[in-house]
């Protein structure tokens, strides 16, 4: 039986027990990410927590809708069982009728042929070789900016949050992130240092300017190139391609699997393809009820 609770009447333990045990497991799922980055969430619940599908909720005009939080990425059904389609679609029709308004990013793993959906498009790469071997999946192009930059000696190195947000509103305002979205994603920095489950890494000159840099997450299966930003100098420095190959020599012959995030964009698409990394395809639901 799937039933719905609030939020208040969820067992954390038990939810977050079959969200690290789920085949299909993924870092935003956690009641301390959702905690952090949703403005509400509930949850659907199969029996005894033996599958979860989380519902990140607003309200505007007294009307309640699910939505993706910024910050994240696929969610949808988790277990540690194999999700087959007829149980999405048992969650998917349990969802309350109090939301008139649903989106939905179902994680990769979710089948939901049964109902009209957008193909979305994630590149990831696995991590299970040795970085000569991941080297040699490198486009060409990015081989030569990585060579480009051996000689100029910058320094990869732990980071703040602080300026790597600075910097997000310094060059990347048409992005059009709303305030609130970077103090959640500062709130869970902060989280993920505490926890042991991310890290953020700049790149500096030799006169310590700071140039660019990425927050990662990182769970027990999955490393997320979650935030990225450059100076101009940066750019053309390429030293996003640095912190990228850094983290790949670092977490080179493990069993995580990089998970680049998107994306839909042709270039930014074209940029995670010249590492090596392979597209995954995840589907969004989109849905208005009267």
Request: aromatic share 14%; with cysteine; proline share 2%.
């Amino acid at each position: 039986m799937i039933r719905y609770l609030k939020n208040n009447e969820i067992d954390l333990k038990k939810y977050d027990a079959c969200i690290q045990t789920a085949l299909n497991s993924r870092i935003y799922a956690f009641s301390w990410y959702l905690n952090c980055v949703a403005d509400n969430w509930d949850v659907l619940v199969l029996n005894d927590y033996e599958a979860v599908m989380p519902l990140p909720w607003r309200q505007k005009y007294f009307i309640k809708y699910i939505y993706p939080p910024a910050w994240t990425q696929q969610l949808g059904v988790f277990s540690k069982a194999e999700v087959h389609e007829t149980l999405i679609a048992e969650f998917v029709n349990s969802i309350p009728k109090k939301f008139k308004k649903i989106t939905i990013q179902f994680n990769s793993q979710n089948n939901v042929s049964f109902i009209k959906t957008e193909k979305r498009i994630n590149y990831v790469l696995d991590l299970n070789k040795p970085y000569e071997t991941l080297l040699k999946s490198f486009r060409k192009d990015r081989k030569y900016r990585l060579n480009q930059i051996k000689n100029k000696n910058f320094i990869v190195k732990n980071t703040t949050i602080d300026e790597l947000i600075l910097l997000g509103k310094l060059h990347y305002s048409y992005l059009k992130i709303e305030d609130k979205s970077y103090q959640n994603l500062k709130s869970l920095s902060e989280l993920i240092l505490t926890k042991g489950t991310g890290f953020l890494l700049g790149v500096y000159d030799v006169n310590n300017e700071f140039l660019g840099g990425s927050m990662f997450l990182k769970d027990h299966k999955r490393l997320t190139y979650l935030y990225s930003v450059a100076t101009e100098m940066g750019k053309q420095n390429h030293v996003i391609s640095l912190v990228l190959s850094h983290v790949l020599k670092e977490f080179s012959l493990s069993n995580y699997v990089l998970d680049f995030e998107g994306s839909m964009i042709k270039g930014i698409a074209s940029f995670y393809k010249s590492f090596g990394a392979i597209p995954e395809t995840y589907l969004q639901f989109n849905r208005f009820r009267l």
